[in-house]
C-alpha cells in the first residue's frame, strides 16, 4: 500500500490558518487522499478527501500537488476545537472484494495556542 | 438520532471471559468496520463486512470474532479475553462516497 509521511506535531495560533502537509511520493493514479482528524477521547472524524483537483468544503480545503505526491490540508481559521490529531490517508479505488483497509498512520498532532 | 453507537462504552473484565462490544448503525450502510486503538500503533484494523452475512480479517484479526446477521449490527467477541486486548475499541461504517463514520469508541481493560 502506498504510505504517507506527516510531521508529527505542528502549533498554530488561534484564528490564524493552519496548513498540514502531508507527503505520499508512491502514490498510485487511481488512490484517493482523505483525511480524518481525532479529537481527545473521540472516534476519528472524516474531515475531507480529493482525487485531483484541490477541494473545498464547510471544515477545510485540501490543496494537492499537480504531480500528487504530496497535499495539504488547510484549515482557514484554527479554532481551539481543532486541536487534534489529523490523519493523512490513502484509500485506492479499487481495493478488491470487500476491502477498504484505510491504514491510519501516526498522524500530526495539531496544538492550538489561545 | 441517525448515526452509529457503539457499547458498552467502558468495560473492564479478567482474562479468560468472553466480551462482546456492540455497533449499531442507523444509515443502512454496507460497509462496517472495526478498529482497535493503541498508543504507539495508531488505528489498526481488525475485522469488516461489505455486507450481511459477509466478513473478513483486517490487519490483527487473532482473538477476536465478528458477525453480521443484520445491515445495521456489527459485534465483536473477544472469546477469551487477554491483557494484550486491553484497548480502545471503534466501530465505523462507510458512506457510499467513501467517507467513515466512527463511533465513539469502547474502552476495554482485561485485568
Known amino acids: 500500500d502506498a504510505k504517507t509521511t506527516q510531521p508529527n506535531s505542528m502549533e498554530s495560533n488561534e484564528e490564524e490558518p493552519v496548513h498540514l502537509p502531508c507527503n505520499h511520493s508512491?502514490?498510485?493514479?487511481?488512490?484517493?487522499i482523505h483525511w480524518y482528524r481525532q479529537l481527545p477521547s473521540q472516534g476519528p472524524e472524516y474531515v475531507i478527501h480529493g482525487l485531483t483537483s484541490n477541494v473545498n468544503n464547510r471544515m477545510a480545503s485540501l490543496a494537492i500537488a499537480e504531480d500528487r505526491k504530496s497535499s495539504t490540508l488547510i484549515l482557514h481559521r484554527a479554532t481551539l476545537r481543532d486541536a487534534a490529531v489529523y490523519y493523512c490517508?490513502?484509500?485506492?479505488?479499487?481495493?478488491?472484494?470487500?476491502?477498504?483497509?484505510?491504514?491510519f498512520g501516526k498522524g500530526t498532532k495539531l496544538s492550538v495556542i489561545p | 438520532d441517525a448515526g452509529i453507537t457503539q457499547s458498552p462504552r467502558y468495560k473492564i473484565t479478567e482474562t479468560g471471559r468472553q466480551v462482546t462490544l456492540m455497533c449499531h448503525q442507523t444509515?443502512?450502510?454496507?460497509?462496517m468496520f472495526w478498529y482497535r486503538q493503541d498508543l504507539g500503533h495508531g488505528l489498526r484494523l481488525i475485522y469488516y463486512s461489505a455486507a450481511a452475512d459477509i466478513t473478513d480479517k483486517g490487519e490483527v484479526p487473532d482473538g477476536y470474532v465478528v458477525s453480521r446477521s443484520k445491515t445495521e449490527n456489527f459485534p465483536l467477541t473477544l472469546e477469551s479475553a487477554t491483557r494484550s486486548q486491553t484497548s480502545v475499541y471503534f466501530c465505523a461504517s462507510r458512506q457510499r462516497t467513501g467517507e467513515l463514520f466512527f463511533g465513539e469508541g469502547s474502552r476495554l481493560t482485561v485485568l
Open positions: 508512491t502514490i498510485s493514479g487511481t488512490d484517493y
Open positions: 490517508i490513502l484509500r485506492a479505488l479499487h481495493s478488491g472484494a470487500g476491502s477498504y483497509q484505510l491504514t
Open positions: 444509515w443502512s450502510h454496507s460497509y
